[in-house]
């Protein structure tokens, strides 16, 4: 029988050692990638926490995942994805993309790969984060979602913040569209909280969610931060602390960026 695609199971390590390699190498290539701190990363399960940019393509994240997957490095890693890659992607495209690692984002997955040995990749912010304007491109945006810690401390594993700067160059977010999504109710219907009005290649002028686009060539940098205990204080503190720490790295990343593209 078939394993449906956003299911733990559908995760081919064969696969992506026949195709990781070369498409991080045209993704290193196109925005000339610079990643930091890889040494902070733990030889045992965690909790990796990032920002999310670039609307519907999330160039940093698959700039991430593809310098992880290229490392060498234990414990493999899996990526939490919304439900949409797998319900709204044509099929081999979201069969792929569940042979490289996507999960459907549920804490019953997240749990069980993190007991099973995986490191797991979340974006809190989700589309609030991927889909915020242009002028907050710097900014980290996880709209008070908090549950991440929760599933760290349940699972017992550190929380690794990881930052991106630059992804959100590969496209012009004018405004995220997020009342006109809790309008139109597909914040209930389909759990798109953002309806985006963005400036892309090759559409132009486009208003919702992009199906696809070229990205512009943005430089992207990727800072892995020094873990964090999910048990130092609680919920609250914990997620204040992971925002801050990844916050003063965002700035200090776009401190060096003179401007957009350059």
Do not use: I, K
């Given at each position: 029988m078939a394993v449906a695609p956003g299911a733990l199971a559908a995760v081919?390590?064969?696969?992506?050692?026949?195709?990781?390699?070369w498409l991080t190498r045209?993704?290193?290539?196109?925005?000339?990638?610079?990643?930091?701190?890889?040494?902070?990363?733990?030889?045992?399960?965690?909790?990796?926490?990032?920002?999310?940019?670039?609307?519907?393509m999330i160039p940093d994240t698959l700039v991430w995942l593809g310098t992880y997957h290229t490392s060498g490095r234990q414990p493999?890693?899996?990526?939490?994805?919304?439900?949409?890659?797998?319900?709204?992607?044509?099929?081999?495209l979201a069969r792929s993309l569940a042979k490289l690692g996507a999960v459907r984002a549920r804490t019953d997955l997240a749990l069980e790969a993190l007991r099973q040995g995986y490191a797991v990749q979340v974006y809190p912010g989700?589309?609030?984060?991927?889909?915020?304007?242009?002028?907050?491109?710097?900014?980290v945006v996880f709209a008070g979602r908090k549950g991440y810690v929760a599933l760290a401390r349940e699972a017992g594993v550190p929380i690794v913040p990881v930052v991106c700067v630059?992804?959100?160059?590969?496209?012009?977010?004018?405004?995220?569209?997020?009342?006109?999504?809790?309008?139109?109710?597909?914040?209930?219907?389909?759990r798109l909280k953002t309806f985006p009005l963005s400036l892309s290649l090759p559409?132009?002028?486009?208003?919702?969610?992009?199906?696809?686009?070229?990205?512009l060539p943005a430089r992207i940098s990727v800072?892995?931060?020094?873990?964090?205990?999910p048990d130092d204080g609680d919920v609250d503190a914990v997620d204040a602390r992971v925002r801050t720490s990844m916050q003063c790295a965002v700035d200090e990343l776009a401190k060096g960026r003179r401007l957009p593209w350059l």
């Open positions: 081919d390590h064969d696969f992506q050692r026949r195709h990781v390699g045209a993704l290193h290539a196109w925005f000339r990638v610079d990643v930091q701190g890889m040494e902070h990363l733990p030889s045992r399960p965690f909790l990796g926490v990032g920002n999310h940019s670039g609307a519907a493999p890693l899996v990526t939490l994805a919304h439900d949409a890659m797998f319900d709204v992607y044509p099929r081999p989700g589309d609030y984060d991927a889909c915020r304007s242009f002028s907050r491109r710097n900014e630059g992804g959100h160059e590969a496209l012009v977010v004018l405004w995220d569209g997020a009342s006109l999504a809790r309008r139109l109710g597909f914040d209930r219907r389909f559409w132009g002028l486009w208003l919702g969610p992009l199906p696809g686009y070229v990205p800072r892995v931060l020094p873990p964090l205990s």
